[in-house]
């Protein structure tokens, strides 16, 4: 709470002047005491309009004169259609225009004059003009149980092309349940609606459309499909089925009504919904058909997975045999739902949750775990085949496994690491037509950390820990885990959009604190790791020969098998 009439004394005395001033000036406001009301400075006054009196007070907030001050009846009364309840003035000072050079004498002014143009108590004046703007979502009450609909869906549904439409209701708090009506054409997208599951409160219901206009008031169910004048078939199965959504299609708003299990109808306000995903987050084709592997679902892997399908990407495929810890959660995406669950797989249920019509592929092994050299060979080549592999282990070994394969399939490669203690991170990038290989890149950043006379960083003893100079160990937190993802995600998505960083800035070293070389937080290195160099490596054409022959004779019994 902040007591501007104790900190601000000059405001203070200005508005003791003004409202006291305003009094002796005007005859139709007869001030009468200055007073706390609630802990709130106040002032007392009355407000004659047509020969009627209005008892008033002049509420000043505790954050005068950034909030404006607002009149009210001294007592509860509705006094006009500008009111809030039978409480605050609407009035042409509020908080979308105010500024702080206005006075409570400014307040009181607009609450004379509308009380004037009104005459409430009197015979009764013209309505006060409105000002009143009020978008959709200020006006929106959840607990009305909404009708949603996609703006694109309903274009179709208004031009009678909308194709097998469903209603997908949902419990989203208790006695909430909105519904969501889409059609075939909606749930191609990548962000398409998630179907029925009772497991989770969701529900579809069947969705009837009349271009005729709707019925006035709520009338039961055979009057509706009356009014809707459906065809005899579509009308007795809206008569049979248990619950339903009719929409009225014949104004300039579409209407809807919900038809219940208990024979019950329901009018229901309809929401269409501003068509904004293929602005925030639309790829092209060729970058939506890109699959990504992510070899590591922790902190880092989990995160970034979700950024990369939150922005458009929707074919993935996540590596990691680890399982999900209470200890976990402080730097995770995941929650406690997901406690022993292995990694993957909880993630992969969160991904689906974002976007339903995402390809989320998941092994749930460690690509360094001893196992049959069969598994270990075609879970290696499910990484092998995506068009971008990511390693987000913090391992420097699988870092090098990894960027020796991409390097192998000709596979852009990106490493991402936390330093110890979360002093800050490495996103460092290989691109096979361009960069040297990964294996070769780290060598050059580590004799640039010899050249700089400091050792690199490490992610410590424990992961993402190290020691303070009095010995007080330093953890890295969520903030330095999720400011590495974002930056590792800006990296892949530029990467399959075609467009990736200059080879000057392929490994980028992120500072967060004043440690190691970094001067503090936003602090970043750009470090050019060379250029790659041409292949060494000679051709062997007998050998090449002897391999072809083995293959064709194997294609031909294959085909010759059936």
């Known amino acids: 709470m902040r007591f501007w009439w104790l900190t601000d004394s000059a405001r203070l005395a200005a508005e003791r002047a003004a409202v006291e001033a305003l009094a002796r000036d005007e005859d139709w406001l007869e001030f009468t005491r200055w007073k706390f009301d609630d802990a709130r400075f106040a002032a007392e006054a009355i407000i004659s309009a047509h020969g009627r009196r209005y008892p008033v007070q002049l509420i000043y907030p505790d954050q005068f004169p950034q909030v404006p001050p607002w009149v009210e009846p001294q ?24 500024t702080a050079e206005a006075t409570g004498s400014d307040v009181l002014r607009s609450a004379h004059n509308l009380l004037v143009t009104e005459d409430p108590l009197g015979e009764g004046g013209e309505r006060a003009p409105s000002d009143h703007r009020i978008g959709q979502v200020q006006a929106y009450d959840w607990g009305l149980n909404p009708v949603l609909i996609g703006q694109r869906c309903a274009e179709r549904i208004e031009a009678g092309i909308a194709l097998d439409l469903v209603g997908l209701r949902w419990m989203a708090a208790d006695e909430v349940w909105p519904i969501l009506v889409h059609d075939a054409e909606d749930r191609l997208l990548l962000r398409r609606p998630p179907g029925a599951d009772i497991h989770n409160w969701r529900f579809d219901i069947p969705v009837f459309v009349s271009a005729r206009s709707a019925p006035a008031g709520v009338p039961d169910r055979a009057a509706l499909v009356a009014a809707a004048d459906l065809q005899p078939d579509m009308a007795s199965l809206v008569l049979e089925t248990n619950a339903a959504i009719i929409l009225f299609t014949g104004e300039a708003d579409i209407a809807g009504f919900h038809l219940m299990a208990d024979g019950a109808t329901h009018r229901r306000r309809i929401l269409v919904l501003p068509d904004e995903s293929g602005a925030r987050s639309a790829r092209s084709t060729a970058a939506e058909c890109k699959r990504v592997a992510i070899v590591g679902a922790g902190s880092i892997g989990s995160k970034l ?33 997901d406690v022993g669950f292995r990694k993957v797989n909880g993630l992969k249920r969160r991904l689906l949750a974002i976007a339903p019509g995402a390809d989320i592929r998941v092994v749930d092994n460690n690509l360094n775990w001893q196992r049959s050299a069969k598994s270990h060979a075609w879970q290696v080549e499910a990484v092998a085949d995506c068009s971008v592999i990511v390693d987000a282990t913090g391992d420097p070994a699988t870092a090098l496994f990894l ?77 330095a885990v999720t400011m590495t993802a974002g930056h590792a995600a800006r990296v892949v998505l530029d990467i399959v959009d075609g467009a990736p960083a200059p080879s000057d800035s392929a490994w980028l070293l992120l500072g967060y604190s004043r440690h190691w070389l970094f001067d503090g937080h936003g602090h970043t290195i750009r470090l050019s790791v060379g250029e790659r160099c041409p292949g060494t490596s000679g051709e062997d054409v007998e050998a090449r020969a002897f391999a072809l022959d083995l293959f064709k004779e194997w294609l031909d019994a294959a085909k010759a098998g059936g």
């Open 75 to 98: 007592d509860e009364a509705r006094w006009s259609t500008h009111q809030y309840g039978k409480g605050v003035l609407c009035l042409e000072l509020r908080p979308d225009n105010w």
């Open 403 to 479: 960027g020796a394969l991409a390097d192998a399939n000709e596979r852009p490669f990106v490493s991402v690491e936390v330093f110890e203690g979360g002093l800050g991170a490495l996103v460092a990038t290989a691109l096979p037509e361009r960069d040297p290989p990964f294996v070769d890149g780290r060598a050059t950043f580590l004799a640039w950390c010899d050249e700089q006379g400091v050792a690199p960083p490490e992610p410590g003893p424990r992961r993402y820990e190290m020691l303070a100079g009095d010995g007080a160990p330093i953890v890295a937190d969520d903030a």
């Open 305 to 337: 997975a979700e950024s990369l399908v939150r922005s458009g990407l929707g074919l993935l495929t996540l590596i990691d045999g680890d399982v999900l810890l209470p200890d976990n959660l402080e730097r995770h995406a995941l929650e406690w739902r």
